[in-house]
């Protein structure tokens, strides 16, 4: 059984900074051969693509609302997927999500593998 926990969202003021995690664990779940995503929904709103980050970290692709203020990162050996989120906005307000998938294509029309529970971030204006 693979699993993906996301943490790290709580409240915060317009402004500042959050940083999410993903974890996965699951005995046949090699992280390293995954692509990973970020996602979030916002209430009432369809769930939306923030970035994706490959197997390796060595390529990436953010949303544009997102480009220069989140950065997406990963670390294989601790089977951890990061989203550094700067200068957050009331509209950055939602459900966030992790996913998996073989390959970075797929997450970028939200094809995954597997789905994190997700974490909730509140910004207040």
């Known amino acids: 059984q693979v699993t993906l926990v996301e943490s790290g969202g709580g409240l915060v003021r317009s402004g500042g900074s959050l940083r999410l995690s993903c974890e996965a664990s699951?005995?046949?779940?090699?992280?390293?051969?995954?692509?990973m995503g970020w996602y979030r929904q916002a209430p009432g709103k369809l769930r939306v693509r923030v970035g994706v980050i490959s197997w390796s970290g060595g390529e990436t692709w953010y949303v544009g609302s997102v480009k220069g203020k989140f950065i997406i990162s990963r670390d294989n050996a601790q089977r951890t997927v990061y989203l550094q989120m700067e200068s957050q906005k009331h509209e950055d307000t939602a459900t966030y999500y992790c996913a998996a998938a073989q390959n970075m294509s797929r997450l970028q029309v939200e094809i995954a593998d597997y789905w994190g529970q997700g974490t909730q971030v509140t910004v207040s204006s």
């Open positions: 699951g005995r046949t779940f090699t992280f390293s051969q995954y692509a």
